[in-house]
């Protein structure tokens, strides 16, 4: 099922499929016609399309546009390196042995297509969930952990001076890195206490003087291209910089994208020692285990304010779709990381409370469960692409107001009274919130306080039971209860 174009959409969608026949005339040397051009995916920033041209003999071919958002001219988010650089680093990349598209053409302004550029198509598998899965994987997925150490240490080898990177990027100490993300947070003005907690404990572990490589920054499970015979494509190089090389394994290795594989802690689909054992080897340079820790910990803390920040663009704009806020309450299940990784100890589940309204009918809970059905039955059944997934994005947040009308009020007040036991006091909930944020902020707390690491363990992963229970840092962090 596919939306109706209004006047305006028809004429947009003229003005772009013009531009762009005017663009693969005069970069192809066989081009013959434009068959077909699908959008794919793109955030706030960018999109991705599939071209489909034929040539003239009469064959099939296929390309990739990747262009700004709406075909605008400059990138909405200050990290992005705009996409000029990142063709660019596309090709760097290519020439130094790493599995990289061929970048075909530079979009200019005269093109009348946005900031972007088009480049050779990959076939191969991208979705993360399916690369942990998918029969068809199984022989190569033992070798993936292996293959992205060597890729890994072919990207930190790459020259910074000859390719005139400094010209291109950002240079980001650990330090900055740290600060710039706890600032970002801090400018939502939401009390998360376990966010400031792990700010904390980042900035009293940072690695002494690492040597400055090129950073892809991004390189994870679901920024691979990967076929059955193994890595055949390194994409999104958007927020790249010079930085900690350490900085790539330890996002590899953050549990938001094992996509269910806690046992396998290498983007689902291998294990530490395959992954710094293949990069040792290639890059002849040790590994500091408690090194790449510290950018583990550092990736769920960074993904976790880059998912409230995802709710704050459903809020201010420029996106307003049902995945932000959605997006916006996994911020729990980078939390739960973070308690996992910093303070795994026992914790109580707080047991639902009963639905308060058993006298209606039907029951609240039946009201949602029925517009859920219907999105994941009769939507996503009814629909493809992006409005199938995003019908079962809405039908997941139902599920989580469903837990939370069932039991907030008593998170509520076991969250209440922790923090009266911890500042021996007896404010508001709101009030002792923020008290205990601002405590971390300015260092009155100290982090090895045992009432204030069970408080943080207790109502973060309690909240993550709301948000989302199948979640595997969920299982891990309950390990203790059975």
């Not at 297509?113 to 993360?128: A, R, S, V, Y």
């Not at 892809?216 to 059955?228: S, Y």
């Not at 009030?431 to 943080?456: K, M, P």
Request: hydrophobic residues 40%.
């Amino acid at each position: 099922m596919k939306p109706t174009l209004d006047a305006d959409d028809h004429e947009s969608s003229m003005h772009f499929h013009d531009s762009l026949r005017k663009v693969l005339a005069s970069s192809l040397d066989n081009y013959d016609r434009l068959i077909a051009c699908e959008r794919l995916s793109g955030g706030a920033n960018q999109e991705t399309y599939r071209i489909i041209f034929s040539d003239r003999e009469g064959r099939e071919n296929k390309l990739a546009l990747r262009r700004a958002a709406g075909g605008s001219q400059a990138s909405q988010e200050a990290i992005n390196v705009g996409l000029a650089t990142e063709a660019r680093l596309f090709q760097i990349a290519r020439d130094a042995n790493v599995p990289s598209p061929e970048v075909l053409r530079v979009l200019n302004p005269e093109d009348g297509l946005g900031d972007g550029f088009i480049m050779e198509w990959l076939d191969g598998e991208t979705l993360g969930s399916r690369i942990v899965k998918a029969p068809e994987l199984d022989d190569i997925r033992p070798r993936l952990a292996g293959q992205c150490g060597r890729i890994l240490a072919r990207i930190h080898a790459i020259d910074i001076s000859t390719n005139k990177l400094t010209e291109m990027l950002n240079t980001v100490s650990p330090a900055e890195n740290v600060e710039d993300t706890w600032a970002r947070y801090r400018e939502l003005d939401t009390p998360q206490p376990m966010i400031d907690y792990t700010a904390r404990w980042l900035l009293d572990h940072l690695p002494n003087n690492p040597r400055m490589c090129l950073v892809h920054n991004d390189f994870r499970n679901g920024n691979l291209m990967i076929d059955a015979s193994g890595i055949i494509g390194v994409l999104d190089w958007e927020i790249a910089h010079l930085g900690d090389p350490m900085r790539d394994l330890g996002w590899l290795c953050t549990n938001s994208w094992r996509f269910g594989r806690s046992d396998l802690p290498v983007g689902g689909f291998g294990d530490y020692a395959e992954l710094i054992n293949a990069y040792e080897r290639e890059s002849e340079i040790k590994v500091d285990r408690e090194h790449l820790r510290f950018w583990e910990v550092f990736g769920s803390f960074w993904w976790a304010v880059g998912c409230l920040r995802m709710a704050q663009q459903y809020r201010d704009g420029p996106d307003r779709t049902v995945e932000r806020p959605a997006i916006g309450r996994r911020s729990s299940e980078c939390q739960v990381d973070c308690v996992n990784l910093l303070m795994p100890g026992p914790v109580d589940i707080v047991v639902s409370a009963d639905s308060v309204n058993d006298e209606n009918l039907p029951r609240t809970e039946e009201l949602i469960d029925s517009v859920a059905a219907f999105l994941i039955n009769d939507v996503a059944a009814a629909t493809d692409g992006r409005i199938k997934f995003l019908s079962r994005v809405a039908s997941n947040s139902l599920q989580i107001v469903k837990r939370e009308l069932t039991c907030e009020g008593t998170l509520q007040v076991s969250e209440h009274h922790g923090l009266q036991v911890l500042f021996q006091c007896e404010d508001s909930l709101g009030a002792l919130r923020w008290r205990l944020v601002n405590a971390l902020r300015d260092g009155q707390l100290e982090l090895d306080n045992e009432v204030l690491t069970s408080h943080l363990r207790h109502v973060t992963v309690n909240r993550l039971a709301v948000d989302q229970p199948k979640y595997s840092g969920f299982k891990t962090a309950i390990e203790h209860l059975t």
